[in-house]
Nanobody, 125 residues
């Protein structure tokens, strides 16, 4: 099983990035997928999740959620998961990981522990 994230980098506040996660070693369209992130000195934070076919998308409901700014999607034909990040803020600075969930429909996204190596996103002026 391999998950390889890419697309991170340095961006100014208000900018956009699109992260990609190419997977191999398992049948991609059998599993829900998720993005999580970890900022320096902070705990792992769930960012978004998507079911096997891409129709059910989930984001945190917290007041400062990324829900209005980030979009998760997937292309099962390409074995690729995406995260479109818009209106980036300094607090979005973190290492972003994609992760494979254990089932096609799955909501306990922090339990999706098969992760890639991550890609660094830095939002700074």
């Amino acid at each position: 099983v391999q998950l390889v994230e890419s697309g991170g980098g340095l961006v100014h506040p208000g900018g956009s990035l699109r992260l990609s996660c190419v997977v191999s070693g398992f049948r991609f369209d059998d599993f829900a997928m998720t993005w999580v992130r970890q900022a320096p000195g902070k705990e792992l934070e769930w960012v978004s999740g998507i079911n096997w076919e891409g129709e059910d998308k989930h984001y945190p409901d917290s007041p400062d959620s990324v829900k209005e700014r980030f979009i998760i999607s997937r292309d099962n034909a390409k074995n690729t998961l995406y995260l479109q990040m818009n209106a980036l803020k300094s607090e979005d600075t973190a290492v972003y990981y994609c992760a494979k969930c254990p089932l096609a429909y799955f909501r306990d996204y922090l339990m999706c522990t098969t992760r890639g190596q991550g890609t660094q996103v830095t939002v700074s002026s």
